[in-house]
Nanobody, 122 residues
Framework: QVQLVESGGGLVQPGGSLRLSCAAS????????MGWYRQAPGKQRELVAN???????NYADFVKGRFTISRDNAKNTVYLQMNSLKPEDTAVYYC????????????????WGQGTQVTVSS
């Protein structure tokens, strides 16, 4: 069983910064892609950024130049550095891990964390 635990959310003023972390635990051999999604009240969950085990990254247009995703493969941890935060960044941020190999023959797909609240307000 793979568990993802996020941390680092909170309340920040517009223009401020936060760093989110997500650690995957369990019997993990490898993880292909890890990423961050967010969901604001009344809206659908949307991709923020993801990163492959090789370090290739993908960002939503609305965070390009402001957010940076990174990961530590040895720790099965992904990070999201969020700078120049705007009120419209307010949402619950969810960690995702895809193609998690837990044994030679078993891969779990699309694993989710419980979410961490980010609120940008003055």
């Amino acid at each position: 069983q793979v568990q993802l635990v996020e941390s680092g959310g909170g309340l920040v003023q517009p223009g401020g910064s936060l760093r989110l972390s997500c650690a995957a635990s369990g019997s993990i051999f490898s993880i292909n892609a890890m990423g961050w999604y967010r969901q604001a009240p009344g809206k659908q969950r949307e991709l923020v950024a993801n990163i492959t085990s090789g370090g290739s990254t993908n960002y939503a247009d609305f965070v390009k130049g402001r957010f940076t995703i990174s990961r530590d493969n040895a720790k099965n941890t992904v990070y999201l550095q969020m700078n120049s935060l705007k009120p419209e960044d307010t949402a619950v941020y969810y960690c995702n891990a895809d193609q998690v190999r837990i044994s030679k023959y078993v891969v779990q797909n699309n694993c989710w964390g419980q979410g961490t609240q980010v609120t940008v307000s003055s």
